[in-house]
């Protein structure tokens, strides 16, 4: 790489680090104002609110792919991704494949779901399958159900 294209991409991490900081500042005042009743529609809603921060913190640089596929469900409770789009945020945070990345990131999901890391909504043709961190079970208060699990 010469020292303009250096130059170029030291100066586009600087301000995707600045576009992440406003963004966060912007994330805080729209639950404060959200808190104080006020109601508004965002312009745009945004499907990968993390992804400035994994970029300027190249987040995924030294994880594994599972705790990263993990980071990002995690990151977005209950936002449904397809592999590509994790495969997307993966790549921005500085994972570094060896090899087919799209297949890598289906079979990580795929042993992910069999652990219970992931719950899947199966699609079909274009649209695939959908992956979301899973959410926690409703506990029943009630004596009955209370009696049965105790036995």
């Not at 404060?32 to 312009?43: Q, R």
């Not at 274009?126 to 029943?140: A, D, I, T």
């Amino acid at each position: 790489m010469d020292a303009t294209a250096r130059k170029l991409v030291e100066r586009m991490k600087v301000l995707e680090y600045e576009k992440w900081r406003a963004e966060t500042e912007l994330a805080s005042i729209r639950a404060a104002l959200k808190a104080a009743g006020v109601k508004f529609e965002p312009i745009q809603k945004q499907i990968f609110m993390h992804e400035p921060h994994y970029v300027a913190t190249q987040m995924f640089e030294g994880f594994s792919l599972r705790e990263s596929c993990e980071e990002i469900l995690q990151d977005h409770p209950g936002q449904w991704f397809s592999k590509s789009d994790i495969e997307y945020l993966i790549v921005r945070g500085g994972y570094r494949f060896n090899g087919d990345s799209k297949n890598s990131v289906a079979v990580t999901l795929q042993r992910m779901k069999d652990d219970g890391r992931c719950t899947v909504k199966r699609g079909s043709g274009s649209r695939g399958n959908r992956y979301s961190w899973p959410q926690p079970l409703e506990r029943s208060t009630d004596a009955a159900s209370t009696k049965r699990k105790r036995k």
